[in-house]
């Protein structure tokens, strides 16, 4: 699967269980969910309790007054007017409003409480996990989408358990209510009003698998927009170069017209919830208006008017908390997808673990071995097969060789980046899987051909790996590499992954970094390629005092840099071809002397041009 194309999710999804997973998270404060749950369904019991009063004002105070004022007119007199009964009533409407009010301010702030807390723990655990991950966990995974992950995800999948549960506590507390109210009162009328809830629901279940498929197609090209955009301008250089900004700009746009039909899909099937919701309760509202009013106006009427009002009352906001709930259920399957690439992503196992019982390295002598080490990255495509290598400690080992042909893989074996497929590796003679991965990587020094730096100063990027380092320290460490003018500038503010510095400036600061965590394997992959030659001469002077004393692999691109090592093997098709030092090898005229010479010839061809 390509970097860029988000995992599809094809198995049918469960609400429940993934809501219980949510609200684990949000159980962790207890007290702000009890608020949060009381502050609600206070809300809703008053409001459930709205036409019941208004009922109680009908029949206690307006309707008797029409009829004492109506006879009091009949006879010629001027009645009085009693407004006892209105006052009491507006205040009651008045309390009612108040708690209301107060309700609504609680559970609006637990609400965001819950939220803020949830994604907060969310976040450090996808960060956590991210940390924790295997590098082949990178090979498939791009950039955009995980950053997709820890951002929009976590927000989508915590508004659910905030301001998404206000709709569906209140929703099931308002149906409730009302339906034990309208029982209580009417059984005949109940029953009408609350056939709409099972018809709602039947037609919600059959369109609920559509909200679904669609709302995860949406995240998915989502996810893999953000990883192009992030691609695409990263590398905007090279296709302006290519002459490639077409061809990129209508593959963007066909994933952007693949989201915008996804997410037009699965808008419109949230959609239909609430002109079904309200046809049904309006439907509802009619039947009671003919069946209550025939109740009403019978001789003797079995109903009030105030009844007929309050069931009228009903039967109009009924549908209101069924639209709640319809829409926190579309807004669940919307957040099923995010939360499926959240969870998934931290029940990631990593593939490279400390097993059970593992012990620590003591200080590493630097003693590697590779016995018959079998590595690939794909199934069926090995990368290096059977190889045996002895790296005594305190030597230094070059490894040269086409590319693609293994050079890199060595490193990353014995960093246990990766772990072989087949065989043992073994540091100081005891297998690297038997310890843990913290001991034997807190002795490695690793400086890459593209180097990386964080945004601070040049100092905090030194003291990266030894935040207790001295002054002097940092200072020889500098020295060491040749970078001397950095001792000056080390409150400088290298920029977001070091923009402030150029190519040789950041290389150096990663060599300092490297030799100031005073490693016992030293290990260079092309670390002098992105220099010039004149910085280059001054990092090897400087390498030279480094790697004394310590097991030191150099991968080199200008084989004049590593004339000087103990040993030079020759890596091809994940074979060691050629083993032997700088002036053995040249000796042979064999694979080292072909590439030294046509490298050579090419660099006196360039001089000669030069001049």
């Known amino acids: 699967m390509s970097k860029l194309n988000e995992k599809k999710f094809k198995t049918k999804g469960a609400i429940i269980p993934f809501l219980r997973k949510l609200f684990t998270y949000s159980m ?31 029949d206690n105070v307006i309707i008797p007054a029409v009829s004492q004022y109506k006879d009091a007119y009949a006879q010629g007199l001027k009645p009085e007017l009693d407004l006892n009964g209105l006052w009491n009533f507006s205040l009651i409407f008045f309390a009612m409003g108040m708690v209301i009010a107060a309700a609504v301010y609680g559970f609006i702030g637990f609400a965001g409480k819950i939220q803020e807390n949830v994604m907060y723990e969310i976040r450090q655990e996808l960060f956590i996990k991210l940390q924790e991950l295997s590098f082949s966990f990178y090979d498939k995974s791009a950039v955009g989408w995980l950053l997709s992950r820890i951002s929009s995800d976590t927000v989508k999948v915590t508004e659910l358990i905030s301001w998404g549960l206000i709709e569906v506590v209140w929703g099931i507390g308002m149906l409730v209510f009302c ?11 109940a029953l009408i009003v609350t056939t709409a809830v099972p018809v709602l629901t ?35 250089e090279v296709n302006k170069s290519m002459v490639q900004e077409e061809r990129v700009s209508r593959e963007f746009q066909g994933l952007s017209e693949k989201m915008r039909h996804s997410s037009y899909k699965s808008a419109y099937y949230s959609a239909i919830f609430m002109p079904l919701v309200i046809f049904i309760g ?40 069924v639209l709640d709930i319809s829409r926190f259920y579309a807004q669940a399957q919307g957040s099923l997808s995010a939360g499926e690439r959240i969870f998934s992503l931290l029940d990631t196992k990593p593939v490279i673990y400390n097993s059970n019982g593992a012990k620590d390295f003591n200080k590493i002598k ?20 059977n190889m045996n290598l002895k790296i005594y400690a ?28 087949g065989g043992v590796l073994k540091i100081d003679g005891l297998d690297y899987k038997d310890m843990t991965m913290h001991s ?114 150099i991968i080199a691109h200008r084989l004049s840099t590593i004339k000087h090592c103990d040993r030079i093997l020759v890596i091809s098709k994940g074979r060691i071809m050629e083993d032997g030092s700088h002036y053995d090898l040249m000796r042979r005229k064999g694979m080292y002397y072909n590439l030294y010479t046509r490298q050579l010839r090419e660099q006196r061809e360039k001089e000669m041009l030069a001049t």
């Open 440 to 553: 034997l990587r807190s002795q490695l020094g690793v400086v890459l051909q593209t180097p990386h730096l964080f945004s601070g100063t040049v100092k905090e990027n030194i003291i990266y790996g030894r935040a207790n380092a001295t002054e002097d320290e940092i200072t020889e460490a500098l020295r060491q590499v040749g970078a001397e003018d950095f001792i000056h500038r080390l409150d400088e503010e290298v920029g977001e992954g070091g923009e402030n510095l150029s190519m040789g400036e950041k290389q150096l600061v990663s060599f300092a970094r490297a030799v100031l965590a005073d490693p016992r394997i030293f290990i260079m992959d092309e670390a002098t390629s992105s220099v010039d030659t004149i910085t280059e001469a001054n990092i090897q002077r400087g390498i030279l005092g480094i790697m004394e004393g310590r097991t030191s692999i």
């Open 366 to 385: 630097g003693d590697i071995e590779f016995e018959d080490i079998t590595f690939h990255y794909e199934e069926g495509k090995k990368v290096i097969e």
């Open 28 to 58: 962790k404060y207890p007290k702000w969910v009890w608020g949060f749950t009381i502050c609600v369904l206070l809300v809703a019991v008053v409001e459930a309790i709205f036409p019941i009063v208004w009922m109680k004002l009908l």
């Open 179 to 189: 339906v034990i109210i309208m029982f209580a009162y009417n059984w005949q009328l």
């Open 282 to 321: 309006s439907v509802a509202a009619t039947v009671v208006i003919y069946f209550g009013g025939n109740m009403a106006v019978a001789l003797p009427p079995t109903i009030t008017v105030g009844t007929l009002a309050a069931f009228f009352g009903y039967a109009t906001v009924m549908f209101e908390p």
């Open 202 to 236: 039947v037609v919600s279940i059959k369109i609920r698998m559509l909200i679904l498929q669609y709302s995860r197609e949406a995240r998915r090209y989502n996810s893999e927009i953000t990883a192009a955009f992030n691609e695409h301008i990263n590398g905007i």
């Open 394 to 421: 305190g030597e230094s080992i070059a490894l040269v060789g086409e590319t693609g042909g293994g050079k890199s893989t060595i490193i990353n074996l014995i960093c246990r980046f990766y772990e072989p497929t």
